[in-house]
């Protein structure tokens, strides 16, 4: 009886949020929150990316590294130069990067495998030539010594200084699937989104792992909207100021270690539940890579940055706490409404689309 | 057959018989004595001091620089390779191979006053200008570690080439340039049987970030030694083999079969230029220590197995270089237009420094344990310093002499040492022409632990080590001059004295981690994960038997290419397997993994296609702790 009110409050709660103005019929009664404002300039192939289909993009210093359908490019002193299989990159199309920011060596996770891209050299690690867990590697993120990888059979770790390779899969972690979506590392845990098995938690001081689901089960229903992750299928996980934050395609999940808070479209300002790419700022803030543009939010607000789905025009909203949705008047936007992954630079943004990569330059407001 | 070393010494000076050669000779030990065995040599800044790094016992010598005096000897740990001094000369560090230790030592009280750990197989270390950090080139784990020179705790490791092992300090500080002893891994599998020219590198790390921020191409090149700077910093010098591998070791002339090199670079020669150190009839087997004097009109360079110094004029060198189109590495009359002396000098020559002043240079000869101080505007030693050690001559010395030469082949060209260096492997494949142009390509070997596991070569036709190193090493690798009979038992007794290195993936007490104990069982088992007993020719550890991993017997392994000769393969040795690749008889699988993913579809190499990857992992494992 208690869950059944529970679940009619929660839908009527739902109906009332759904009930807010749309875009364009607002009459605003207090001041717009200021959300950040960019000028975005968009590569694709007219301009230097060897393919249009950006993947993944890195900020490394000033050189930002893009993986692509066609090789993974690298843009340095304002020109584009591409790393293709001739060059020993694994697989042409590179989906994951990640930087060692203690040896400066990126790391590329590609459809055939991972490369490591060190002073220009690429050496490359398959499952026939190491002891990577499978060829396919969606994810990588490097901690200290240790190189996390998420792949379509499972999880796994190479050891740099002892060049071990350790696998981990249904047989010895709690994950039910083995599609390993993404990986987050830091010095203290680790979190693998799974894609049908939730959040995977790896300790880094006891060596042991835990597990996140949806308590809603593997339906599409959420009802229970705070009580655990919004769902099992989960697309990306970033981990920052001990907070998770987990993105699936039906919604997002923040979570602080004690409380979960999700995000739904019908309840904030995402412009879709089908989130590819989650980006942790801090504890309060993120970034959302959706079928439907690009999200920020900032704890409170909202601010929503694509091409119009309509027409292609530049579109910005902005939401505010209050569910009012705002729209700003701007000249540029992402190079495409599919976000695909998102990196920071000081105050920029990188955003990897579908049809090209964007650099969302900063404005001073 | 196994022949105690008593019984070969004694076979061979019956052998010896009327042979000149041996006379005075036959009563050598065979004890392993401890030479000094100089490997480098290092002044102070104040040029008072001469710092000589004994490998053979295990310490620094310290000689007074006008007199050659030892003043002070300091142990260090086993088999030091390499040392350089901090910028103020206060602090004098020595990497110790086999210890995988950093000894720091006070060069005002003259002692170790720490001992740091560092990566696997310290090879070469140098300090920053700021004297805030340590960069150590690690030969096994084919890295740079970067430690606080303070305190010797690791900040990081960067990527080097595979077989890290020299390091520089630009004459600026601003970069460290790192070589490497074995060429890099094929970056892409290119046939069946993977066999492409070797690439090496110069590893470029920014000092002052400690990153790598360049790798400059060595194509050819398996083997890279020691780099030297001019000092305006605008030309650089490093030190190579070219071994020609990919065409078959039909003949040693014009250099069929290696070429001695040194690559030049930096903005006097405005890219990388690679330029022959041979003649056409003659050949500087093994170049390993280069320097250029103060002024920039020499550079030197010693060949360790022809124990010669060459000279080369800069201007000259420059001149051709940019009056001619490259490449000129196939034109061994190239040299005649810039080498301008080669100097006799010692056995086994390696490292040289130069007086401030350039006048004078010095040489450890590192077998047999002397310095050559040469006068370098007449190019002639001036004097030959014999350092403190054993007065006789061990058969392994003399074996180990006779491994380094060049002397016993065609117009000098090559040494056992060039395939096996440093007593080791090269880590590339051959084709060598008793089985016929273009069959039976061979993977090269590591020597270490060769003792008691014959018959030799792969397709086991050699019983013994005196067979594989004498006619056959005669007639097919040297051609020009065979070994006396007491020579060829040294050189036996030699390589059966050549201990595995220490296995760096065995934790202290020879436990196994939970992954290598899951791979041990692998290794061991009988029954597969059916539950059907493994055929006994199936099991790892059947083939795979005692010490040294081998039954020392014959098998079909379904590994046959077609460019191979019919017959059956011997179980190759397990020893220090996880350093030795390429693997199988032709070097056809990259990595221990290939063995298994793409070499063995019909379990006939082991019943491996039952396990999962986990399991497989784990066998690997297992293996690296052999």
């Not at chain 1, 696998?167 to 693998?192: D, G, H, Q």
Request: hydrophobic share 35%; with cysteine; charged share 20%.
């Amino acid at each position: 009886m208690k869950k059944l009110c529970t679940l009619v409050l929660l839908l009527v709660a739902g109906t009332v949020v759904m009930a807010a103005p749309a875009p364009g019929n607002v009459t605003r009664t207090s001041a717009l929150p200021k959300m950040p404002r960019f000028r975005f300039e968009n590569f694709t192939t007219a301009n230097g990316l060897p393919n249009d289909h950006v993947y993944a993009v890195l900020v490394d210093g000033n050189r930002i590294w893009a993986g692509t359908d066609n090789g993974l490019a690298v843009y340095e002193n304002h020109a584009w130069k591409t790393y293709t299989t001739k060059d020993g990159l694994a697989h042409r199309a590179v989906i994951s990067l990640a930087l060692d920011k203690n040896t400066g060596d990126v790391w590329a996770g590609t459809m055939g495998g991972l490369s490591r891209i060190s002073g220009g050299r690429i050496d490359s690690f398959t499952q026939l030539n190491s002891g990577l867990s499978n060829d396919v590697v969606y994810g990588v993120s490097v901690e200290g010594e240790n190189v996390w990888v998420a792949t379509a059979a499972g999880a796994c770790r190479l050891n740099l200084h002892s060049n071990q390779w350790s696998l981990y899969n249904e047989r010895n972690t709690p994950m039910f699937e083995i599609w390993s979506y993404s990986v987050s590392a830091t010095p203290t845990k680790v979190y693998y989104g799974i894609w049908g098995s939730g959040v995977l938690e790896y300790d880094q001081k006891t060596g042991k792992w835990d597990k996140y689901d949806d308590p809603d089960g593997e339906t599409e229903m959420v009802l229970f909207k705070d009580q655990g992750l919004i769902h099992e299928i989960v697309t990306s996980v970033s981990y920052v100021d001990n907070v998770l934050w987990a993105a699936t395609y039906f919604g997002d999940s923040h979570y602080d270690g004690r409380y979960w808070h999700n995000f739904l479209k019908k309840d904030s300002g995402l412009p879709s539940n089908f989130t590819n790419v989650v980006k942790g700022v801090d504890a309060k803030r993120a970034w959302f890579g959706t079928d439907k543009g690009l999200a920020y939010y900032d704890g409170v607000n909202w601010a929503v940055y694509t091409p119009s789905l309509k027409d292609g025009k530049p579109e910005m909203t902005v939401r505010d706490a209050d569910g009012t949705v705002t729209p700003v008047a701007v000249t540029t936007a992402p190079a495409h409404n599919y976000i695909l992954n998102i990196d920071f630079q000081g105050d920029d943004i990188w955003v990897a689309t579908a049809k090209g990569l964007s650099h969302g330059i900063r404005e001073k407001q | 057959m196994n022949l105690p070393l008593a019984a070969m010494v004694l076979i061979a000076v019956a052998l010896c018989g009327a042979n000149t050669a041996c006379e005075g000779e036959e009563h050598r030990t065979v004890e392993n004595v401890p030479y000094a065995s100089p490997l480098e040599v290092l002044f102070s800044p104040d040029g008072a001091r001469l710092y000589v790094l004994c490998q053979g016992s295990d310490e620094i010598r310290v000689l007074d620089a006008a007199s050659y005096a030892v003043t002070a000897k300091i142990a260090v740990g086993h088999i030091p390779r390499g040392f350089s001094l901090s910028p103020d000369g206060a602090t004098l560090f020595v990497t110790n191979t086999w210890d995988d230790t950093l000894s720091v030592i006070d060069t005002k009280a003259l002692k170790v006053t720490a001992t740091w750990p560092v990566g696997a197989e310290p090879s070469s270390v140098v300090e920053d200008r700021a004297g805030t950090r340590l960069f150590v080139a690690n030969r096994i784990s084919n890295d740079v570690v970067v430690l606080d020179a303070a305190t010797g705790v690791e900040e990081k490791r960067l990527l080097a080439g595979r077989g890290s092992s020299y390091l520089t300090l630009s004459p600026d500080g601003s970069r460290i340039y790192a070589t490497h002893v074995y060429p890099n891994p094929d970056a892409q599998r290119t046939g069946i049987e993977n066999r492409t020219p070797p690439e090496s590198e110069i590893t470029v790390i920014d000092a002052g970030r400690a990153v790598v921020v360049d790798r400059m191409p060595l194509h050819h090149i398996a083997g890279v030694f020691h780099v030297a700077f001019s000092s305006d910093g605008r030309l650089g010098v490093v030190a190579e083999y070219h071994p020609k591998n990919m065409i078959p070791l039909a003949h040693l002339e014009h250099g069929g079969a290696f070429e001695d090199t040194i690559t030049v670079f930096g903005a006097d020669v405005g890219g990388t230029v690679e330029v022959p150190l041979d003649e056409l009839e003659r050949y500087v087997s093994q170049p390993f220590g280069v320097a250029i004097s103060p002024d920039k009109s020499r550079i030197y360079v010693t060949s360790g197995g022809s124990e010669t110094v060459t000279v080369i004029d800069v201007p000259r060198l420059m001149r051709f270089i940019h009056a001619h189109p490259a490449p000129f590495v196939q034109d061994l009359s190239a040299s005649a237009n810039y080498v301008v002396a080669r100097i006799a000098v010692g056995l086994n020559p390696r490292g040289l420094t130069l007086t401030r002043d350039g006048r004078t240079l010095l040489v450890a000869n590192r077998l047999d344990d002397s310095i050559s101080v040469i006068d370098t505007r007449t190019n002639q030693v001036k004097t030959t310093v014999k350092l403190e050690g054993p007065k006789t001559i061990s058969a392994i010395r003399h074996g180990e002499q006779t491994f380094y030469t060049a002397r016993y082949s065609f117009q000098g060209e090559i040494g056992c040492a060039n395939c096996h260096i440093d007593s080791t492997f090269d880590g590339i494949t051959w084709n060598l022409e008793p089985d016929g142009f273009g069959r039976n390509i061979v993977d090269n070997k590591l020597l270490e632990g060769v003792k008691d596991t014959e018959p030799y070569k792969w397709t086991g036709t050699n019983p013994n080590i005196p067979t594989e190193c004498g006619p056959r090493t005669e007639k097919y690798f040297w051609r020009s001059e065979n070994y006396d009979n007491l020579t060829l038992a040294d050189l036996t007794i030699y390589l059966r004295s050549l201990d595995p290195r220490p296995s760096r993936w065995k934790l202290a007490g020879y436990q196994l981690t939970p992954a290598q104990e899951r791979g041990k069982a692998l290794f061991e088992r009988a029954v597969d994960k059916f539950k059907k007993t493994i055929p006994e020719l199936n099991r790892c550890a059947y083939c795979h038997s005692g010490p040294k991993g081998t039954n020392q017997k014959l098998f079909d392994v379904g590994t046959h290419k077609a460019n191979d000769n019919a017959g059956l393969l011997k179980s190759a040795p397990l020893t220090s397997i996880a350093l030795t690749a390429p693997y199988l008889h032709d070097g056809s699988a990259r990595t221990l993994e290939e063995i298994w993913t793409v070499y063995n579809p019909d379990d006939k190499h082991g019943r491996t296609n039952d396990l999962t990857k986990d399991e497989l992992n784990d066998l690997i494992e297992y293996l690296r702790t052999r």
